[in-house]
Each structure stands twice: as C-alpha cells, then as structure tokens.
C-alpha cells in the first residue's frame, strides 16, 4: 500500500474523503495528533509557530478526524439542561479512575459534560467540593471541525482550558492573560521610508506586506504551547482579518473597518488601527458568605486604540478614539453574541474567559480551603499534563489598503487582554444567589448532574 505523509494529504488541492481520513488515522496514529495539532478555531498553526487561515481541504480533514474519533454521547448527557452542574471533587476522581483502568479520558470528561458557559461556583464544605454550573446539552463537530452543543451550536467547555486557567491562577497571582499580533520596530520603520514613494497599482499590497515582514506573536499569562493560548491568539488573528476585510463579516450589519473609512470624508494620517478583545461582565453577585457566585452578562467587548508612526517608524499611542475605529470596535461588541454563533472561536474566547474568572475566583477567595479539599490532581501538572501544541510565534503581514490623497491605511494590530482578577474582585453581596446553591445540591455520587 502507498504510504501518505500528513503533510501531502493536506497540501492537495482536494476535499480528503472519509475513506482517506479514516484509513490515514488507523494506519498512522501520529498523524491524528499531528491534524490537531496545527488547528484551532478555523486557524492553522505550523510545527514553526507560523499562523495562516486554515484552508476547505484542512477543515475537511479535521472534520473528518474529529467525527471518527468522537465517542458517542451518552444518553443522559444529551438531554438538554439550563443548569448543568460539574462536581471537581469528584471530576477529580472519575479522572483518577480512568487513569488507574490505564484508558483514555472519555469525551464527557474532555468536554466537562457537555456545559457551555460557567453561570454559576458553589462551595459545599460539607461535601467538601467545589461546583461550577451552566447551561449544557449533548454535544456534535460543527463544520469546522470543532465540538459544540448539537443544538445551540456553541462550543462546550475543555478540561484542558479549565486545568490551564486553574494552575495558572494559583501560580501567578493578580498577572493578566493576554496576547498581541503587532508588527516589528524594524517592519514599522522600513514602512514608513517608502510610504512617501507608494503608488496605487499592481503589486504594491504585495510590496507593503513584504516591507513590513513578520508579525509577532506574544502570549502572557498562559502557556504558549497550550490550547487556551491558541485560543486567544486565533481569535485576535479572527478579528483583525474582519477589520481588515480579509474575512466577510457572517452576520448582517458588521463592515469592515476598510469599508467603514472607504466611505468616510477624509482619511488618516499614516495609522495603524488597534483592537483589543477584552471581558464585558457585570459585577459578580455573591451570597456574602463566600459559598455561592454568580457570573452575570458575561460576554465580549471590543475596544479601540489608536496607533500613530513617528518619523522613526516607532508607534505614538493616542489616547483620542476616532469615528471609525470606535465604530468598528462598537459594532462588533454589538454584534459579539450573534458573531459567537457563526464562528466557533469567538465563543471559544468567551468560555476560556470563564474559566479564567472561575479560577481567579477560586484563588482570591481560597474557595479550596472553604471547601476542604486541595484539588491536587486538577492543579498538579505532574500529575495531570494537559496537551501541548506548536506554540504561534510569527504570521505574515497582510496589508489591505484604502488610499485618500496622500494617506494610507495600512494593517491592524492589537490584541486580547483579560483580567480575571479584576472581574473576580467586583462581587455584589444579593440573597437571590443562596437559594441556587440550594437548589444546585446532589445527594448522587455522580460528578455531572442537571
């Protein structure tokens, strides 16, 4: 039989059938993990740290891995919950369980049970336990390869996500999350020596994005080799590509940035346009006793800033925000729940955020003491290694450009900030969270319930 390379299965310009996917996973174990390990949320990341779009014949193969390897969904799991509920006492031991049987984690548990949003964290010192609780169903792979709920379409929780956001809470006390896509210094001032000689015409994108070079990508906070830096990384690439009018906005009423200073009166004077992704809570509610949280309005914003080169090619932050820019970062905070459901990395986004505020959460009030129980196997990476990827390092400069008499507009940068601490620490004492913690309890030994 012939043999096949990942790599050349994945560079032809073809859709891989089923029958290709299926035989290339059972014959080559190691290509399985090498599929996962360059995509994430529609992007793909390569054994160099280099991030691009992920193309059809990519996100086919990853479809197609994913649905072979998916596990069916238990019955009982694929009822539909407005309140699910995940014990991580006693996650802890079903994982511990699981490794002294020597078997894999099963996809419930890679996938805490199904829940898509974390709405609430209990603290039962009685059972000594913590709970966190959302809505959650069965689960599906969506069309990018990607597993969500089989009906609301949004993506489910990971446990790996929840043992990175755990450890490094207790690890780095009060150090935000973040990662940015920016040009280099050296980039930035090759740029601004031929921006005077730039000339609309047949190659000048090409010449612009070949001046300012590679793009550098930093992550802080996380590991960057893990999914949940993956995660933010692909989803500031995501937004940058709909500013940029790479990418068509797939909800109505999101233009470009492009197309929102396309029709504007007048340009601006050599900027490069910044975004952050950022979280967008309410205050916490909290019953006062330090037994029971409830997240509210947890969502997604996106804010401007406004960049400016020197005569040095170095940036000059602004602390003014102009029409566009602000328009731009406006509308998609508007447009961030319907745009969640269209492409699965924006919710993924969010729930990383949740996690996050859980684990800040956990930390800052010694919720873990409160409750008894040190939750050594989920906090220990000794003990419980989560997955590890190609870290992104670099990505191509892209340049789309709208020129009005002598100005250019040129890329985007910026990046996703969040600061857990920040959200944990904005808590609202209120006796309507207390009766949910009561009506949360479970007399099972199960560690998932609705």
């Known amino acids: ?42 992007v ?48 802890e031991a079903a994982i511990a369980e699981t490794e002294t049987n020597g078997n894999p984690l099963p996809d419930e548990i890679k996938y805490l049970a199904g829940m898509e949003r974390v709405q609430y964290v209990f603290v039962y010192p009685e059972q000594q336990d913590i709970v966190i609780a959302g809505p959650g169903e069965g689960w599906k792979i969506n069309a990018q390869g990607e597993v969500v709920g089989k009906t609301s379409g949004k993506p489910v929780l990971l446990l790996d996500d929840l043992l990175v956001a755990l450890r490094t809470a207790s690890r780095a006390r009060r150090e ?11 980039g930035l001032s090759r740029l601004k020596a031929i921006a005077k000689s730039l000339r609309q015409g047949e190659g000048v994108l090409k010449t612009i994005e070949d001046t300012l070079g590679m793009q550098t990508i930093s992550v802080t906070g996380v590991p960057a080799d893990s ?8 989803a500031d690439y995501k937004m940058k590509r709909l500013a940029m009018n790479f990418d068509k906005s797939p909800v109505r009423g999101m233009p470009s940035y492009m197309e929102m200073i396309g029709a504007g009166p007048k340009g601006m004077n050599n900027m490069l346009p910044r975004w952050w992704l950022a979280p967008n809570y309410d205050s916490l509610l909290t019953d006062g006793e330090g037994t029971a949280w409830e ?70 009030e010694h919720l873990d003491e409160r409750a008894g129980h040190s939750f050594s196997l989920l906090m220990d990476e000794s003990q419980l290694p989560t997955e590890q ?62």
């Open 295 to 364: 997240f509210r309005a947890a969502g997604v914003k996106c804010v401007a800033e406004e960049d400016f080169m020197n005569a040095s090619g170095e940036r000059v932050p602004q602390t003014k925000q102009s029409g566009p820019i602000k328009k731009w970062a406006d509308t998609m905070t508007a447009k961030y729940e319907e745009l969640s459901a269209k492409d699965v990395v924006f919710g993924q986004l969010r729930n990383c955020i949740d996690l996050a505020v859980v684990a800040a959460l956990i930390t800052k």
């Open 176 to 186: 935000s999350i973040s990662c940015s896509i920016e040009p280099t210094a050296e």
């Open 44 to 91: 793909w990341i390569d054994a160099d740290g280099i991030l691009r779009n992920q193309d059809r014949d990519e996100t086919n193969a990853l479809k197609a891995k994913q649905e072979i390897a998916a596990q069916a969904v238990p019955g009982d799991l694929n009822e539909k919950s407005d309140l699910r509920k995940v014990s991580l006492r006693r996650l």
């Open 227 to 234: 999914h949940f830096a993956r995660v933010i990384v692909a």
């Open 389 to 450: 990827f190609h870290a992104p390092t670099q990505v191509p400069s892209k340049a789309s450009v709208v020129r009005k008499g002598s100005t250019w507009v040129i890329s985007a940068s910026g990046g996703v900030q969040i600061d857990a601490w920040s959200l944990a620490e904005k808590a609202e004492a209120n006796d309507a969270v207390a009766p949910a913690r009561k009506q949360a309890e479970s007399d099972t030994n199960l560690w998932w319930w609705n």
């Open 1 to 42: 039989m012939a043999r096949f390379s990942v790599g050349k299965l994945i560079s032809c310009r073809w859709a891989p059938s089923l029958l290709a996917v299926a035989w290339l996973l059972t014959s080559h174990p190691v290509a399985l993990a090498q599929i996962v390990q360059r995509q994430v949320g529609g």
